[in-house]
Every structure is written in C-alpha cells, then in structure tokens.
C-alpha cells in the first residue's frame, strides 16, 4: 500500500503546477486527478493478491476520492474519510488482518504516508480547504491524524497533553506531526489560528480524555453531516440498509453476526457508521452524539 502512494506521489513531480494567478486551486490538479481515475484499477490489480483481485472494482470509488475534488480543487474531511474506508474495506476483504500487531502498522505507516502524500498536494496545487471553519475548527483539512495520534499517547503518562505547545515537536506520534504541520502552513500565535487545539491543551487532564473527546467530536462533525459523508460511495463492501437508516458492512467477508459495540472494532462487525440524514440520531457506541457544522466534501 506504501508503494501504491509512492507512486501517486511521484505523478505529482511529473505533474507541475500551471502558472495561474488563482489563490486556491491549480488547474494541474485535474491532470492528476484525471490520471488517477484511469490508472486507478490498474494500481489495485497490482496491490491486489489473485484470491482478491475480484474486490477491485468496490475499491476503486474510494481510492479516487480519497485525494480531493478534482472539479472544486479542494480537500476535506470527507477525502480523508473515503481513505479510511478504503483502510476498512482493505481489513474487511482480509488484505489487512484485524490484530494488533498489523492495525499499528497500517497506522504508523500507511496513513502516515498517506498523510504526507496529501499535504504535498495542498501544498503544490494549493487545495481549498473543503468547508473549512477556520480559527473556529481543530483543522483547516484533516481530523483522524488527531484521533489516531492522540490514540498513540492515551496509555502513557510522562508526555502531557500541553507539550504541543512547545513546538519544534518530534515527529514521534501523527498528533505531534499534524500540530507541526499547523506551523508550517500558519503564522501568528497558536491560540489564535488554532484555537480548538489550543484549548485542548490547556484545558484536557490527559490524552484518554483527548482521545475520547475527539472520537465524539468526529462522530458528531464528520460522520454524522450529509454534507460530508454524501459523495462516499457505498454498494458491495459497505452497503445502506432501508430498513434501519444505517451503513452496514458486508455480512459475506466478516464472518460474524454481532452489532457493532464499544468493545468490537468497527472492521470486525456489521455496522460502520449512522445515516447522516436521518432525523432522530441514535447513539453510537452508547455516545449521544450533538450535531454542528465543520468541513465537507
């Protein structure tokens, strides 16, 4: 998988920008993105094992819009979560095992990776932030850097929550980075044009309680707005069900027949995530969820 993005990073170095006057949104981008749409299931065939090459075109959808809107030029936390549920379709066909061992991997280095891959094309054909909220959001593009490095410091104690805002930081966890990469691309005090993170850090005990605010937090903001989550494509491994207003994942390659609960990772059960459009909201994992704007697709 590392390879897979090597390459759709090495297109952007033969893919330069175009020399136009526009703030946001470089033309070239559609170049790339137009090369991905047609190397797409070619690049799946080649990631693929022979017993999984048939699962390629369920895959497909989501490895296209995982980098952005080819049409708006921009980027957002629904790109990042078709990523990740092109991560769990992965985990669902067993191409990744549920254990342990390999999830830490997929985090540490595949999405790290895959992290990297999309600041570098923000950075060369300067995405738009895809409803963005400005000082007001934890972030202009991304949220799960956050959950999932938060995640990698909840069982330590020596690290405290308000080191990041003693940067330079090592790029030890996905929090530190994603906090780096705030530096790089904003200037002025932090508290000013990060404010939500900011307050994380002086105002959370310890990273648990960052880990479980965030998951709520990307529950209610991402998961739960139909303007982020309308484009993921679903059918096949991840399917809607009428009859309960819900995101179901195929019941043929869990081999399973528990509903997802607090204790059970989404990937080795049925159901994924709420229907974002309906009108009464159940809980999530035993979590009232409370609903207010952030970024889309």
């Known amino acids: 998988m590392v390879r897979?993005?090597?390459?759709?990073?090495?297109?952007?170095?033969?893919?330069?920008?175009?020399?136009?006057?526009?703030?946001?949104?470089?033309?070239?981008?559609?170049?790339?993105?137009?090369?991905l749409e047609d190397h797409a299931s070619e690049l799946l065939e080649i990631l693929l094992p022979p017993q999984l090459k048939g699962f390629a075109p369920q895959l497909k959808p989501y490895l296209i819009i995982s980098f952005g809107s080819f049409l708006r030029m921009d980027y957002g936390t629904g790109h990042e979560a078709a990523f990740g549920?092109?991560?769990?379709?992965?985990?669902?066909?067993?191409?990744?095992?549920?254990?342990?061992?390999?999830?830490?991997?997929?985090?540490?280095?595949?999405?790290?990776?895959?992290?990297?891959?999309?600041?570098?094309?923000?950075?060369?054909?300067k995405l738009e932030p895809a409803g963005s909220h400005g000082v007001?959001?934890?972030?202009?593009y991304s949220f799960l850097g956050y959950i999932l490095g938060s995640a990698q410091l909840r069982d330590q104690t020596i690290i405290p929550v308000s080191s990041i805002l003693r940067p330079p930081l090592p790029p030890s966890n996905l929090y530190y980075l994603s906090i780096m990469r705030i530096h790089q691309v904003k200037s002025g005090p932090f508290h000013e044009h990060s404010s939500q993170?900011?307050?994380?850090?002086?105002?959370?005990?310890?990273?648990?309680?960052?880990?479980?605010?965030?998951f709520k937090m990307y529950e209610a903001e991402v998961l739960w707005k139909r303007v982020v989550v309308q484009h993921l494509p679903l059918g096949g491994l991840v399917e809607w069900d009428d009859n309960t207003n819900a995101i179901y994942a195929s019941t043929t390659t869990l081999g399973t027949d528990t509903t997802h609960t607090s204790k059970r990772s989404p990937w080795?059960?049925?159901?994924i995530l709420p229907n974002s459009g309906a009108s009464s909201k159940p809980a999530i994992d035993g979590h009232r969820l409370n609903s207010s704007d952030m970024s889309g697709i």
């Open 197 to 214: 993170l900011h307050s994380i850090a002086v105002g959370v005990p310890n990273w648990g309680k960052v880990n479980s605010g965030l």
């Open 136 to 140: 007001w959001g934890l972030d202009d």
């Open 4 to 35: 897979l993005l090597d390459q759709l990073d090495s297109w952007i170095d033969e893919i330069p920008p175009l020399p136009t006057p526009q703030r946001f949104g470089n033309l070239a981008f559609r170049t790339w993105g137009k090369r």
């Open 85 to 125: 549920l092109l991560l769990l379709c992965l985990t669902l066909i067993r191409f990744f095992n549920p254990v342990p061992e390999e999830e830490r991997e997929v985090v540490m280095t595949v999405f790290e990776r895959y992290l990297r891959l999309c600041w570098k094309l923000q950075d060369v054909y």
């Open 268 to 271: 080795a059960s049925h159901k």
